[in-house]
């Protein structure tokens, strides 16, 4: 097939490496979209290896991925690199907590995300799903940012779920600070290219910790605020870690580790599914007829109402849609670990010290693993249990799994059916997004769709 026709039937991808980068362009790289570090041959290896100062390899093999994941997860830390960029914002919380340390944690925090618990905070998604939908008729007609809506929408959720009343958060303040921090600090630099150490101070983040003190003092307000008002009547996210504690020693979290964990929370927990819920949407306008069929779904379930959490069994094609935007944009699209003992992936040599990545993107593009990859094709989930738990890595995988990964797949699906029950989408010529990964693989530009009401 050659490649306008390649070009007519696949939405956007990134242009993958083709020839082998140096220091200064991986550097210059990465700081333009860490996804174009990716060699294109990634899509079509089980492992690709090399040295940039340090040796590195990237790993496709959902047997390997495995080990690094589950197996072998003590032996495969978070990279240097990750705890640079995310420490100053979220410390020691359970996304960058190594050991005892996470281990306590997420014991004292999964409670918090059980299923029943996730299940009784749907209403709170349901109303952002209707708020949503008004601000969206309000553009009707015209053309829309639909990024900046789903941004809008899962803040909404994440804030009132996390810290519902609580009157010393701003949440446009919180907000404006991380996405400071993220402009100034999440980007790679020279010195993370060459595996400097951490103490060496990396000045581009430096700027930013005017913005994280005032984020946490925010943060510790709130919690002070709690406690000293005590629980409310239906327990939100804080009150459930504030209650929560380590069922084998009875250790519960401080006030900085509460603080860090609720930031990690709130912005992993909007970000991520803003970014899902707008990739979706993005590909629905890519595709009349997934969409055609998405909305026949979504109107017989819903009628003229906002989904709710008792939908979800009649929406199956809309997770199938939800699951494959997050195959093809992945919003965690690049893992990294650093490995601490000597080991064998793929039949090769793994030193301690090596930087051993999982590219996301790359290993859900695999051409072994995923016939016509590039495709969007929501079938690929219509059976979710023949796909291999670790050649589908949305949310990572093992005992480190993200704790919110059925908390933001029926966010997701709630808003996304509301939506598509009421809407109808089309492309706005010229204005395809560009997936750009920094900290998240964001759609840079935006997600321009026309809209029109049903």
Same mark, same amino acid.
């Given at each position: 097939?050659?490649?306008v026709?390649?070009t ?46 340090k ?35 979220i ?9 005892a ?14 299923a ?16 949503s ?39 446009s ?9 993220i ?6 630099t ?6 400097a ?8 983040r ?5 913005a ?22 239906v ?32 912005v ?15 590909? /629905? ?5 997934v969409?055609?069929?998405a ?22 094609? /809309? ?26 992936? /793929? ?8 930087t051993?990545?999982?590219p996301i ?35 990572g995988?093992g ?5 919110g ?50």
């Amino acid at each position: 097939m050659d490649q306008v026709a390649q070009t007519e039937r696949t939405p956007v991808q990134v242009p993958l490496a083709t020839r082998p980068l140096g220091v200064w362009a991986s550097m210059k790289t990465g700081q333009r979209n860490l996804l174009e570090l990716i060699p294109e041959i990634a899509t079509r290896q089980p492992m690709v290896s090399g040295r940039t100062v340090k040796r590195w390899h990237m790993v496709m093999d959902p047997g390997a991925n495995r080990r690094i994941l589950k197996e072998a997860v003590e032996d495969y830390p978070k990279s240097d690199v990750t705890k640079l960029i995310l420490g100053p914002a979220i410390g020691e919380s359970l996304f960058i907590a190594e050991g005892a340390h996470w281990l306590w944690q997420r014991r004292a925090a999964a409670p918090a995300f059980s299923a029943r618990h996730v299940q009784a905070l749907a209403p709170v998604m349901t109303a952002a799903a209707e708020r949503s939908a008004a601000r969206i008729a309000a553009q009707a007609g015209r053309a829309a940012n639909l990024f900046i809506e789903t941004i809008a929408a899962t803040f909404e959720v994440i804030t009132d779920v996390t810290l519902s009343g609580g009157r010393a958060f701003d949440r446009s303040a919180i907000h404006a600070a991380f996405d400071a921090y993220i402009a100034s600090a999440a980007r790679i630099t020279l010195l993370d290219v060459i595996g400097a150490p951490m103490w060496v101070p990396r000045p581009s983040r430096l700027f930013s910790a005017p913005a994280m003190r005032e984020m946490k003092a925010m943060a510790d307000r709130v919690i002070d605020e709690r406690r000293a008002e005590g629980a409310h009547d239906v327990p939100d996210l804080l009150d459930l870690l504030l209650d929560g504690a380590d069922p084998e020693t009875g250790r519960k979290m401080t006030t900085t580790e509460l603080r860090d964990n609720l930031l990690t929370f709130i912005v992993a927990g909007h970000e991520t599914t803003a970014l899902t819920l707008a990739w979706s949407l993005y590909l /629905c306008a890519f595709d009349p007829e997934v969409q055609h069929r998405a909305r026949a779904e979504a109107k017989a379930a819903l009628g003229a109402r906002a989904a709710t959490v008792a939908d979800l069994a009649a929406l199956p094609y /809309c997770r199938q849609i939800v699951d494959e935007a997050l195959r093809l944009y992945p919003p965690a699209a690049f893992l990294s670990r650093t490995a601490r003992a000597d080991d064998t992936l /793929c039949g090769r040599e793994i030193r301690p010290g090596d930087t051993v990545m999982l590219p996301i993107y790359a290993l859900h593009r695999n051409h072994a693993l995923w016939p016509d990859p590039h495709r969007f094709d929501p079938d690929r989930f219509a059976d979710a249990k023949a796909i291999d738990r670790f050649a589908y890595l949305p949310f990572g995988g093992g005992p480190r799994i993200c704790i919110g990964a059925s908390f933001a797949l029926q966010e997701a699906v709630i808003i996304l059916a509301t939506l598509l029950a009421r809407f109808r989408f089309t492309p706005v010529p010229g204005r395809d997004p560009k997936p750009v990964l920094i900290l998240t693989l964001r759609p840079e530009g935006g997600v321009w769709l026309n809209v029109e009401p049903d």
